[in-house]
């Protein structure tokens, strides 16, 4: 299992979008300054997705809803892959770095300890949510802390439609990451599948598009061994924020995440089902369109 070199293998497949090199670095616009084309836009913020998870999870959107399965390796694939766990200096302002790419450069380095999981590729994938394109120097930077030989960056800013899939498809990342913070073992996470409504792109798609998670989310999950007492814990109604507007929990913290009471951040409705004891449970109610 090699999550950077299919992760790498897809992206190289990704056609009709502005790019450029600087040697062994090739960076995607696929949503800072190059427009994508209407036809393949949702293909390219599809497979941006799809390469954030290690393509370890399948991405799907259909009448309105996203679709996130992934079959082995959740906490991985979401966490160890997906999580936007690097920060990096574009232009002096934090970009926020997902994708296997991490698991190369150890970012953040305790987590894969954790986890217990490494790897060695010649081929590094990261995906960066930047408002402007990275110049060559921090490129090779990247390139520098995974060790690898090659390696593709896909740049999109978050008010783009990659961005706003790029959000939607951490709808099962946000439930796992969830149960991590409460203490549970997340490499007994066996499978994993979510969905959630698409809300319209527009200037406040950073505030929609976690609404949508925190009020219409869906995650179902198959663990092996569950602890019936974090069931309740584990859904976004378990936070005091519940019930209000993201774009007005966001504002009343000063426009800091870690102001924000923690617990807001999980999907709207989970399932569990424990394999070792054939044992099923619930937790939490979707509410879309949010009342």
């Known amino acids: 299992m090699n999550l950077n070199f299919e992760a790498f293998r897809l992206l190289e497949r990704v056609e009709d979008v502005s790019s450029y090199d600087f040697g062994s670095v090739r960076v995607l616009d696929v949503g800072v300054s190059a427009p994508l084309r209407e036809e393949k836009a949702w293909d390219v913020a599809v497979a941006v997705a799809e390469a954030c998870l290690g393509c370890l999870g399948k991405v799907s959107t259909r009448e309105g809803m996203l679709s996130v399965e992934i079959p082995e390796h959740p906490a991985l694939a979401c966490l160890g892959s997906q999580m936007s766990g690097w920060g990096i200096k574009v232009s002096g302002k934090t970009a926020l770095g997902s994708g296997p790419a991490r698991i190369l450069a150890r970012k953040p380095r305790d987590l894969y300890s954790k986890l217990g999981y490494s790897e060695s590729s010649k081929k590094a994938v990261l995906c960066l949510e930047s408002d402007v394109l990275p110049d060559e120097k921090t490129c090779w930077d990247i390139l520098n802390a995974t060790a690898a030989e090659k390696l593709i960056l896909a740049v999109y800013r978050p008010d783009s439609l990659v961005g706003l899939v790029s959000v939607l498809a951490r709808v099962v990342e946000m439930g796992v990451y969830r149960l991590d913070y409460l203490g549970f073992d997340v490499r007994k996470i066996l499978a994993a599948k979510g969905n959630v409504s698409i809300p319209k792109l527009d200037a406040d798609v950073m505030y929609s598009a976690n609404d949508a998670i925190i009020y219409s989310g869906l995650v179902e999950l198959s663990v092996s061994g569950w ?31 870690y102001k924000i009471d923690h617990a ?18 619930a937790a939490g109610k979707r509410k879309w369109p949010r009342k």
């Open 264 to 281: 807001i951040f999980a999907p709207a409705e989970v399932k569990i089902t424990d394999e070792s004891s054939g044992k099923n449970y």
């Open 227 to 257: 602890d019936g007492g974090l069931t309740d814990k584990c859904v976004s109604s378990s936070s005091p924020a519940y019930g209000k507007p993201f774009k007005e929990i966001f504002k009343k913290a000063g426009g800091d995440f």
